[in-house]
């Protein structure tokens, strides 16, 4: 349930609207909106609406029968918008994240970062916890690839975004990374996601292999129901009868969310056509569709990449298509 407090409400009186429903067994979570203040009153036990309804300072009582709440657009009307030093994620801005699957070593990272951040690039990603298929392919350099691109990312003032896979491993993603990542496999990783909630940094969540829209706005749920508010929601494809790529891009699930959730929709066309020439068409599409970013599989020396090396770009495939969705966004009014 939302509780909407009349325009101007005093603190006082969405203080005590807070510590009825609290009272009543709810966990509250404001919205401070432009006009209005939201209470969202979620858990709890069935009550007579008209107690809250009476309390000094609420206009209206809205019945959520979505299952998420924090997560939807009528808890909070504006767009999310996540600040992290000098980056801004969500709102007019697209956001670009790019760097290779795995961190291999300091040289493969550094080459690959310096050329990044020449064209402007602002957030690198490498991960260093892969959740392969095979339990004999490369699993990461664990620890020592997140120094790795720690120390990279200072280098080029870039900020760091890699995949936690269990819970045991955040005290160590708190020290390196700037944006946890859950993978696709790790979506319904409720007690991971549960934690993730307690956390204060941006969790940027993927969309499970075959998870729909539904279960993907949930999995957000559960970061913002422990009180973390800053989640980015990525599309990565979804496995569909069709082998022609390694996914299907379901790209109609940015205009789907962005009307169902403040959060900001990125696009990752790497994983989703697992072929680096359909990487360019389905980021500039992704654009073209209105995501709030991008996250693109980039490797210095792609034939020799240790992992997803054919739908990693080279640098340069990348600074070209990095042009290309400037232009895009500026047809749509928004900025890279
Ligand atoms: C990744 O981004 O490195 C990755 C493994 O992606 P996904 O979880 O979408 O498969
Ligand atoms: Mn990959």
Redesign the pocket.
Known sequence: MLIVMEHGATQEQIHAVENFIREQGFDAHISQGELHTIIGAVGGKIIDEREIQLLDGVREIIRISTSYKLASRAFQKEDTIIKINDVTIGGNQIAMIAGP?TIESYEQMDETAKALSDVGIKIL?G?AF??RTSPYSFQGLGEEGLKIIRRVADKYNMLVTS?VMQISQIPMFMKYVDIL?V???NMQNFNLLKELGFINKPVLI?RGLANTIEEWLMAAEYVLSGGNREVILCE?GIRTFERATRNTLDLSAIPVVKQLSHLPVFV?PS?ATGLRDKVAPMSRASVAAGCDGL?IEVHNNPPKAVCDGAQSLYPEQFAKLYDDLKAIANVIGRSI
């Open positions: 699957c990603r991960g892969k959740p995949e990542q993978g696709a496999r993927k990565r990752d994983h996250i």
